[in-house]
């Protein structure tokens, strides 16, 4: 059985307010001394490969955290965002454009945008989130300090409580179905490590690739009659076309375990992952560093530390299973 727990709240930062004195002598000592004043307009440039829940929350996260720490929105801070609407071409040309740009920081949301900008710039801070691997990525070469211009947050998940969760749902597991995008570097690796899992366990995987979102469908149906389960890793090609994934499970009574919470409303049956609002955060906190002087080379990339469980009774219906109860009433949330 997999261990659960809820996320933190996450802490209020205390914010710094400067004292308005009765003259400029007195204005100018406050300053001098509140080394962590936000007093300078700032600018952060974010993109990210595409826009979906999982993302967007990211996103919002950050600018909540953000404000939170005094760089606020409209105030003292400007946020150009871009979305590269899940072309990696698209990608790379809004990677230059922010490098030319030169904003205090590059926020890079998911691996294919953090690998355009990384590619475009060794001088500017690059804070990247949502990246499931990023050593396997390139996007840094150990996790504890890059050394460099980047920093980040992985939303990396333990295999071992899906698979397990997996398995409660279907005991006579054998083989698991895997939707996904072979152009991520994150769903390739998840495989990888998926298969290297499970192999000991006599489970096999069998890979379903689709190339576009719209290839999605066909490689869903073409797991009819191989598969015991449809497992969808971080991809963000797959969460960005869920429906239509949903839709081509139900036709052939394959059930979906996902690996973001999100698409549980849009179609899976349970999904155990992080909490991308919260990683969205944990972004945040890493960007305040950088703005307020912190070097970036020394900053430890952020690893999620617990997991939420949502799961769908109704989904569970509508794919031919019944999710025990132990799952339900382990769960976060339940969606009807």
């Not at 972004?283 to 080379?297: R, S």
């Given at each position: 059985?997999?261990?659960?727990?809820?996320?933190?709240?996450?802490?209020?930062?205390?914010?710094?307010?400067?004292?308005?004195?009765?003259?400029?002598?007195?204005?100018?000592?406050?300053?001098?001394?509140?080394?962590?004043?936000?007093?300078?307009?700032?600018?952060?440039?974010?993109?990210?490969?595409?826009?979906?829940?999982?993302?967007?929350?990211?996103?919002?996260?950050?600018?909540?955290?953000?404000?939170?720490?005094?760089?606020?929105?409209?105030?003292?801070?400007?946020?150009?965002?871009?979305?590269?609407?899940?072309?990696?071409?698209?990608?790379?040309?809004?990677?230059?454009?922010?490098?030319?740009?030169?904003?205090?920081?590059?926020?890079?949301?998911?691996?294919?945008?953090?690998?355009?900008?990384?590619?475009?710039?060794?001088?500017?801070?690059?804070?990247?989130?949502?990246?499931?691997?990023?050593?396997?990525?390139?996007?840094?070469?150990?996790?504890?300090?890059?050394?460099?211009?980047?920093?980040?947050?992985?939303?990396?998940?333990?295999?071992?409580?899906?698979?397990?969760?997996?398995?409660?749902?279907?005991?006579?597991?054998?083989?698991?179905?895997?939707?996904?995008?072979?152009?991520?570097?994150?769903?390739?690796?998840?495989?990888?490590?998926?298969?290297?899992?499970?192999?000991?366990?006599?489970?096999?995987v069998v890979p379903a690739p689709a190339q576009r979102t719209t290839d999605i469908?066909?490689?869903?149906?073409s797991l009819q009659g191989k598969a015991d389960i449809i497992y969808t890793p971080?991809?963000?090609?797959?969460?960005?076309?869920?429906?239509?994934?949903?839709?081509?499970?139900?036709?052939?009574?394959?059930?979906?375990?996902a690996s973001d919470t999100d698409l549980v409303a849009r179609g899976a049956v349970?999904?155990?992952?992080?909490?991308?609002?919260?990683?969205?955060?944990?972004?945040?906190?890493?960007?305040?560093?950088?703005?307020?002087?912190?070097?970036?080379?020394?900053?430890?990339?952020?690893?999620?530390?617990?997991?939420?469980?949502?799961?769908?009774?109704?989904?569970?219906?509508?794919?031919?299973?019944?999710?025990?109860?132990?799952?339900?009433?382990?769960?976060?949330?339940?969606?009807?």
């Amino acid at each position: 059985m997999f261990n659960l727990s809820r996320f933190a709240k996450a802490l209020m930062l205390s914010g710094v307010v400067g004292l308005v004195g009765c003259s400029q002598s007195n204005q100018n000592n406050d300053t001098a001394t509140n080394n962590n004043a936000t007093t300078t307009n700032k600018t952060v440039a974010v993109t990210a490969i595409i826009e979906h829940p999982a993302l967007d929350a990211v996103r919002k996260g950050m600018i909540d955290q953000l404000a939170k720490d005094g760089f606020k929105e409209g105030e003292n801070l400007k946020i150009n965002f871009q979305s590269a609407q899940g072309n990696t071409a698209t990608a790379g040309q809004i990677a230059k454009q922010f490098v030319a740009d030169k904003p205090d920081v590059i926020v890079a949301i998911a691996t294919p945008s953090a690998q355009s900008v990384i590619a475009a710039t060794n001088s500017i801070p690059v804070v990247f989130s949502a990246v499931t691997d990023p050593v396997e990525a390139k996007l840094v070469s150990k996790l504890d300090g890059s050394g460099t211009n980047v920093a980040g947050v992985s939303d990396s998940l333990p295999l071992d409580p899906q698979i397990d969760l997996m398995k409660q749902i279907k005991p006579d597991l054998k083989k698991i179905g895997y939707v996904y995008s072979p152009g991520e570097v994150n769903s390739t690796a998840t495989l990888k490590a998926l298969e290297a899992k499970v192999k000991p366990m006599g489970i096999e995987v069998v890979p379903a690739p689709a190339q576009r979102t719209t290839d999605i469908p066909l490689a869903t149906r073409s797991l009819q009659g191989k598969a015991d389960i449809i497992y969808t890793p971080l991809d963000n090609n797959v969460a960005s076309a869920y429906e239509a994934l949903y839709q081509a499970a139900k036709e052939i009574q394959i059930p979906l375990v996902a690996s973001d919470t999100d698409l549980v409303a849009r179609g899976a049956v349970v999904a155990l992952g992080v909490n991308y609002e919260s990683l969205g955060h944990e972004t945040g906190k890493i960007v305040t560093q950088v703005l307020k002087g912190g070097e970036v080379g020394k900053i430890p990339v952020y690893t999620a530390k617990t997991l939420d469980l949502h799961v769908s009774p109704k989904h569970a219906k509508e794919l031919g299973v019944e999710l025990p109860k132990t799952i339900i009433d382990n769960a976060q949330k339940v969606v009807e």
